[in-house]
């Protein structure tokens, strides 16, 4: 059988992008969210909640970035020449992340720029992926096998609309993670929080998808020709369902279903992209194909694939396993 290798690495660098979207996501808005928590307590508490994980979740940006680059090298080439701003302000702002993270344990007398830097971290970040989401959507001039654009064309209001999406999501899981992991007076702070972020969210998922498929014709064909329409349709509908069931199992105080319910939204919006952007890599320029590496050298990193990515997935589990339940400001770092 003649296996689509182009296809099943398009699914694992996808697979390995959305994981670690979800599982850095919540603690990256648990770093946006620091400034609304009383120094102390509070704060600690919310940084042991994510103190055994944090930095095996940005396992799978590797992984995500590394297969891009081996997979499929001319996307790779395009996309991080047309988005080399907002990727750097990323990297920097998660390895300023991490350093703070370490340093406001052990650095007591400067904890509060510690903590200053843990959120501008956390914020920068998001931001930026939310950007590199938006201006991929709209389109990078690709011309000769190579990016054809200018140092700024990154920048736009759907662009700028899309990063302060993401940092509003990101908020919402942050602070649904808190409510499963915190209890008392924090947990009720984190349910006012998710109320409000969770409205916030849902109406920028709206305003998103109203606007990216004017961006250009062949998104608004995917999304509204007949019958692409009755497939595509189930996903905002599927939206709209799970933003009920978030609601009802706020109002029941549920702890954990509150966090799962935003994963799923999240995953719903990853499938909305794919539609809209399928089977283009870089949209309307390079197709999957086009982009992909010789065939011989994806079967190589295929095997290690194969190998790696169970054992990450693993010890992932056995992490959040041996870390559940509830968390306390007094944890190991302290």
Sequence with gaps: MDIDLAMVWAFIIVFAVFVYVIMDGFDLGIGILFPFFKVGHDRDTAMNSIAPVWDGNETWLVLGGGGLLAAFPLAYGVIFSGLYAPIIAMLLALVFRGVAFEFRWRDPAHRAAWDLAFTGGSFIAALSQGVVLGALLQGIKVSNRTYAGGWWDWLTL????TGVGVVIAYALLGATWLILKTEGGMQRQCVRLAWRLGAATLAAIIIVSIATPFLAGA??????SYPNILFAGFVPL???????????SM???RELAPFLLALFIFLLCFVGLAISIYPFVVPGAVTIWEAATHRSSQLFMLVGTVIIMPLILIYTGWSYWVFRGKVRAEGYHA
């Design 251 to 253: 109002r029941a105080g």
């Design 238 to 248: 599927l939206v709209g369902v799970a933003s009920l069931a978030f609601v009802r």
């Design 219 to 224: 998104y608004y064909e995917r999304w509204f």
């Design 158 to 161: 759907f662009s700028i609309l």
